[in-house]
């Protein structure tokens, strides 16, 4: 039996790029704000795929907090509460660990919200 070539980060990355991370705030949140949200994400995932196949963690930490300022930005009237602000992080998390690393508190310390 052929052994499964293990996957990159950068094709990890490439498999969630353009895929609907927060389609559950279909139903609460203005779609607007759902699509510069998910296009936030992707311009992370785009940043994090540019890092090559062993990312450097300073410079992954730099993209994941470029991100979280563009959800600062877009947070102007409070719309980001306990659910948004929840499965933002989820989804940071998760691309966190496809690049290699431990994600913690100290990766969304930028954060506003």
């Known amino acids: 039996m052929a052994k499964r070539k293990k996957l990159t980060p950068p094709e990890r990355l490439a498999k969630v790029r353009g895929k609907r991370h927060f389609k559950s705030w279909d139903t609460f949140v203005d779609a607007k704000r759902t699509a510069r949200s998910e296009k936030s994400i992707d311009t992370l995932?785009?940043?994090?795929?540019?890092?090559?196949?062993?990312?450097?963690?300073?410079?992954?930490?730099?993209?994941?907090?470029?991100?979280?300022?563009?959800?600062?930005?877009?947070?102007?009237?409070?719309?980001?509460?306990?659910?948004?602000?929840d499965d933002i992080c989820d989804t940071l998390d998760a691309l966190i660990k496809k690049c290699g690393f431990e994600p913690d508190d100290d990766w969304y310390e930028d954060a506003d919200w």
């Open 45 to 85: 995932i785009d940043d994090l795929i540019l890092l090559g196949e062993e990312p450097d963690e300073k410079k992954a930490r730099r993209a994941v907090a470029r991100c979280v300022k563009r959800f600062n930005k877009m947070d102007d009237d409070g719309w980001i509460n306990t659910i948004e602000r």
